[in-house]
């Protein structure tokens, strides 16, 4: 058995708790959750080759387009580094356009292609069933209320975010 298999008290280290009580904290365990239900996501999304937050760039798109960088930050709660990058990246996908706005000659405005519309619409059914995939331990109640919580979580804590949703 190598360090790595080994159990913690075999390690030589006395054990205090301390991890065990860390797995158990809240932002653990969502760490935890949101590296399953990202895992999820590429693997079912591979063939659409859609990371969550491209998809979700996407979305936000389709519903309202064009869109200046800024405000889809606030849209989909990314900071202006990350955002950059992800139009970028769609961008040369082919899947958004950025234009200058007729408005404010320094804003660029983003919108989707049809390419990108197509590839939002085809992709949906899918990413839906990843979300019932994601919560399928759960019964239908006990779902309900973990998103009902959830929610109350989030919009309770948004404005400690260092990307809050704004504009929805």
Known sequence: M???TKPIEDLG?????CFDEV???????????QQIAVSIFLKDCKPFDLTPVQFSVLAALAQASPLDQIRLCGLVALDRTTISLTVRKLEERGLVARQVSKEDRRARLISLTPAGRALAEGVLPTVRAIQDKILAPLSPVE?????ALLHKAVKANNQQSRAPLRGV
């Open 2 to 4: 190598d360090q790595m």
């Open 13 to 17: 280290v006395a054990p205090d708790g």
């Open 23 to 33: 797995r158990d904290m809240p932002g653990h365990m969502l760490r935890r959750f």
């Open 143 to 147: 779902q309900d209320l973990f998103m």
